[in-house]
C-alpha cells in the first residue's frame, strides 16, 4: 500500500513537469489552432536562456527573464514567420513549425556547443526538505510543483475568466466578429503564441536543471508532450493536466511494480529459458515498457476516441 | 532545407575539397577517419579526429616513416549515418586509401568490417585494414573477428572484467544493483557482468538487474532510484551513457541515493560536464585505459598530453588513438611498405609501452591486452578535466589498475588468414 502511496507522489512530481511542458502547447492550439512542432524547442531555449543568464545574475532573474526572452521570440515566430503561412492552412503551419524545430536545434547547437551544459539548481534550493522511504525531496522539487501548480490556477483563470481570456477565444473561432468589434486580431494571435512558448520556456527553466540541459532535449522531450495533448484532448487544460498526471503516475507505477508477462507465458507452457523470440517475450517487464506504453495510449486513444478525454473536436 | 542538412552538405563539399588537393602526394601514407563530424554527435568525431591529427604529426616530426614519408589523417563524415559510412567507404576506395579509422558507434563498425572483407575478397593487391579505436561490440573480436580488422580498445569485457576486479577488491561492497540499456550493448554489458560477478566476486549479492529504454526515452529515474533505495544495494554497476547516464547520476544525487556508480562511460567529457555540480556530489567509477592523475604516467605521455592541451584547450582523455597512430608507424617501419598484408602481420603480437604498462596486439583475434585503470571522479583531484578551455573542476583519482591477467579473456576467434 505505501509503495502504491509513493508512486502516486512520484507520479505526481513528474506528471506536473510534464504538464507545465503541455500547457503552452495546448494553449496554443486551443486558442489558434496551430499544432506547434517546435514547442519542445522553446522548452529547450528556457532552459539555455536560464544556463546563461543563471551564470551572471543568479536562478531567480533567470526564472523572470528566460521565459520573457523565449517569448518575444515566440511572437516575433509568430509575426514574421506563421502569419505569412498561415494563409496556406494548418499543413502549412504544421510544416514551418516542424522546421522550426530542426533550426532551433542547430542554432543551440552552434552558440553553446554539441555537449550538455552544467545547468544546475540553485544551491539554497538543493536541500532534503523531507525524507520518504529513505529519498531526500529537495527544496526545489516543491517548488517545482507548487510553480506547476501555480500556472494551471493562473492558466484557468485567465483563459474563462477574464476579459482578455474571452476576446482570445472568441477570435479564434470568429475572427471577423471580434476585428469589426475593434480588435486587432493579428495582435491578438501574435501574443497568445507568444506567451504559449514563454510558459514553454518557464518550464526550461524549472525542468532544464533537473533533466539535464543539451541539444537534444527538445527532441527526446517532444513526443511525450504530443501525447499528452493528445490523450487529454486537444485544446483542454484540464485533460493535459489529467493526462500528464495519468502518465507520470502510469510511468511509476509500472516500473515499481515491475510485472512481468512470464507468468502468463508459463500457462501455456513456456518455459523461462526459452530461445528466439519467446525468450524477449518471457523477459519483458512493465518496467522495461515504462517509456513506451503513453504511446500505446496514444494510440489506443485515437482508436477508440478521437477526440481525446476533454477534447471538443476530432484530431 | 534546414540547416542541418545545409551544414552537411557544407562540410562535405569541404571534405570532399581538401581530399582532393594535391597535398595527397606518393611521399605520404594517407589514412581515412570515418566518424561523424556533422549533426548531433559531431563533437565526438570531432576529438577523435584532433587525437589521430595530433599523433600523426608527432609521427611527422620524428621523420615520418619509410625513411621520409609522412602519415596524413583523412577526415571523413558520416554524421553517424549508416548509408554515409558505405559512401564515406566507397570514396575512401576511389582515393585508394589502405588504412581506414572508425570507433564511434559500434553498427558502422560492423558495417565498415563487412564491407572491408567483402571488398579484399574481390580485390587482391588493394586490400584495406580497419583499425578501430572505440567500438567495444566483444562479437568484433569473437565469433565476427577478421584479419582485417584490429581493435585497439578494450572490448566491453574487458571493461567489465576490470570493474569487476575492482568490485572485488573493495570488502564494503556488499549488494550490487545492475542497470543498462536495452540494445545489442546494454545487453552484452549485462551477460558479462553476470558471467564475471559470479565467476569473480561471488561474496556480491546482485539485488536488481534491469534494462531500460535507452537513449533518453527515461525522462524520470526517479522510480528507479526507488527501487534502487529499496532493494538495500550500496553499489550500482551501469553500461549506461549519454542522456542516461546524466539523467541517472542527477537523479541518484538529487534524491540523496548514497551508493558507487560503478560505469565505462560514466567519466565521458561530455557526461561530466553535463553532471553540473551534482559531479562533485557523485561518487562515481569509471573504467579507462588512462586518466591524466595517475601516479606514475610514462614521462613521454605527460609532455604529450601537454601538448595536446596546449593547442586543443581540452585535457589528453583517451591514450588510444595515440597507440593507433604510433603502432601503424611501427608496423609500416618494421613491414618496410606500405602495403597493408604486411603492415597486418606486424601488428599482430606487437607490443607498446601504453601509460599503465606495456600493451599487445594479441594475433588470435586482434584484440588489444591491456591494463585498465579504475578512478573516482572526486573534485580533489589535482589535475581538473578542461573541455574547450573551459575547467570543469573536477578529474579522476585511480582506485586501482586491473592488470593484462586480469583483462585478458579468452577468444572464440577462429581466423582466416590470407595466403
Not at chain 2, 580497419?130 to 569485457?157: M, Q
Not at chain 2, 553540473?276 to 605521455?301: A, C, F, S, W, Y
Not at chain 2, 601509460?355 to 589535482?382: E, F, I, N, Y
Request: aromatic share 10%; charged share 15%; net charge positive.
Amino acid at each position: 500500500m505505501e509503495v502504491l502511496v509513493f508512486s502516486i507522489f512520484n507520479g505526481l512530481l513528474y506528471g506536473m513537469l510534464l504538464f507545465m511542458l503541455a500547457s503552452g502547447l495546448t494553449l496554443i492550439f486551443s486558442l489558434m489552432g496551430v499544432l506547434n512542432f517546435a514547442h519542445a524547442s522553446f522548452f529547450m531555449l528556457g532552459a539555455y536562456f536560464a544556463y546563461q543568464i543563471s551564470g551572471f545574475i543568479g536562478f531567480w532573474p533567470g526564472l523572470v527573464f528566460a521565459p520573457l526572452i523565449v517569448g518575444v521570440i515566440g511572437a516575433a515566430v509568430e509575426r514574421y514567420g506563421l502569419r505569412p503561412v498561415h494563409k496556406f492552412g494548418h499543413v502549412a503551419e504544421l510544416l514551418f513549425t516542424f522546421g522550426l524545430a530542426f533550426v532551433i536545434e542547430e542554432v543551440v547547437q552552434m552558440i553553446w556547443g554539441k555537449v550538455p551544459v552544467p545547468y544546475d539548481i540553485p544551491e539554497t534550493m538543493n536541500v532534503a526538505a523531507f525524507t520518504w522511504r529513505g529519498l531526500d525531496y529537495s527544496a526545489y522539487r516543491l517548488f517545482m510543483l507548487g510553480a506547476s501548480v501555480a500556472i494551471f490556477l493562473a492558466l484557468f483563470v485567465f483563459i474563462a475568466k477574464t476579459r482578455t481570456g474571452l476576446i482570445i477565444q472568441a477570435a479564434l473561432t470568429h475572427p471577423n466578429i471580434v476585428s469589426s468589434l475593434g480588435h486587432d486580431v493579428g495582435k491578438i494571435f501574435m501574443w497568445t503564441f507568444g506567451f504559449g512558448c514563454a510558459l514553454a520556456g518557464v518550464a526550461g527553466v524549472i525542468g532544464g536543471n533537473v533533466l539535464g540541459t543539451e541539444p537534444s532535449m527538445a527532441i527526446t522531450l517532444g513526443p511525450i508532450v504530443f501525447v499528452v495533448i493528445v490523450i487529454g484532448g486537444l485544446g483542454s487544460l484540464w485533460g493535459a493536466l489529467i493526462a500528464a498526471l495519468f502518465i507520470g503516475i502510469m510511468d511509476n507505477l509500472s516500473i515499481s511494480y515491475d510485472l512481468s508477462l512470464y507468468p502468463v507465458l508459463a500457462l501455456f507452457g513456456v518455459e523461462r529459458e526459452v530461445e528466439g523470440i519467446m525468450q524477449d517475450l518471457v523477459n519483458l517487464t512493465t518496467a522495461g515498457l515504462a517509456p513506451v506504453l503513453p504511446y500505446l495510449f496514444l494510440v489506443l486513444m485515437l482508436i477508440l476516441r478521437p477526440r481525446g478525454l476533454f477534447g471538443t473536436r476530432d484530431v | 532545407m534546414n540547416i542541418k542538412a545545409f551544414l552537411a552538405g557544407l562540410t562535405l563539399a569541404i571534405v570532399g575539397g581538401l581530399a582532393s588537393m594535391p597535398a595527397a602526394t606518393a611521399d605520404s601514407i594517407r589514412v581515412g577517419v570515418i566518424e561523424p563530424l556533422s549533426g548531433r554527435v559531431a563533437a565526438v568525431g570531432r576529438d577523435a579526429l584532433n587525437s589521430f591529427q595530433f599523433a600523426a604529426e608527432l609521427v611527422n616530426s620524428r621523420g615520418g616513416v619509410l625513411g621520409g614519408k609522412k602519415i596524413e589523417v583523412i577526415g571523413l563524415d558520416n554524421a553517424m549515418k549508416a548509408e554515409k559510412t558505405t559512401e564515406q567507404l566507397k570514396k575512401a576506395v576511389d582515393m585508394g586509401l589502405s588504412y581506414i579509422i572508425q570507433g564511434v558507434g559500434s553498427n558502422h563498425a560492423l558495417n565498415i568490417i563487412k564491407f572491408v572483407g567483402k571488398h579484399n575478397k574481390r580485390n587482391p593487391g588493394k586490400e584495406i585494414l580497419f583499425l578501430n579505436h572505440s567500438a567495444v561490440t566483444t562479437a568484433f573480436t569473437n565469433e565476427l573477428c577478421s584479419f582485417w580488422h584490429f581493435r585497439f580498445d578494450a572490448n566491453v569485457d574487458m571493461k567489465v572484467a576490470a570493474l569487476v576486479t575492482q568490485i572485488n577488491r573493495d570488502p564494503s561492497i556488499k549488494k550490487l544493483y545492475m542497470l543498462n540499456q536495452n540494445y545489442a550493448y546494454g545487453k552484452s554489458f549485462q551477460a558479462a557482468a553476470r558471467r564475471l560477478l559470479a565467476k569473480r566476486a561471488p561474496q556480491v549479492k546482485v539485488v536488481g538487474d534491469e534494462l531500460i529504454v535507452p537513449f533518453g526515452k527515461v525522462q524520470d529515474f526517479t522510480p528507479f532510484i526507488a527501487k534502487i533505495k529499496a532493494s538495500g544495494a550500496d553499489t550500482i554497476l551501469t553500461g549506461n551513457w549519454g542522456a542516461d547516464m546524466i539523467r541517472f547520476v542527477k537523479g541518484a544525487v538529487g534524491s540523496g541515493l548514497d551508493a558507487k556508480f560503478y560505469t565505462i562511460y560514466g567519466g565521458l567529457t561530455s557526461s561530466v560536464g553535463g553532471y553540473g555540480t551534482d559531479g562533485k556530489k557523485v561518487n562515481l567509477k569509471q573504467v579507462t585505459e588512462m586518466h591524466q592523475n595517475h601516479p606514475r604516467l610514462p614521462k613521454e605521455l605527460v609532455d604529450y598530453s601537454a601538448g595536446y592541451m596546449a593547442k586543443y584547450k581540452d585535457t589528453f582523455y583517451a591514450d588510444r588513438q595515440r597507440w593507433l597512430i604510433l603502432m601503424l608507424a611501427a608496423a609500416i617501419d618494421k613491414a618496410g611498405t606500405a602495403d597493408p598484408i604486411p603492415v597486418a602481420r606486424a601488428l599482430e603480437g606487437m607490443s607498446f609501452p601504453g601509460p599503465m604498462g606495456a600493451v599487445q596486439m594479441r594475433a588470435s583475434d586482434h584484440q588489444m591486452q591491456m591494463p585498465l585503470v579504475v578512478s573516482t571522479l572526486t573534485d580533489k583531484a589535482p589535475d581538473p578535466i578542461f573541455y574547450k578551455g573551459k575547467n570543469f573542476g573536477v578529474a579522476f583519482k585511480t582506485d586501482g589498475v586491473a592488470e593484462r591477467k586480469d583483462t585478458s579473456l579468452s577468444t572464440t576467434c577462429k581466423m582466416k588468414r590470407p595466403n
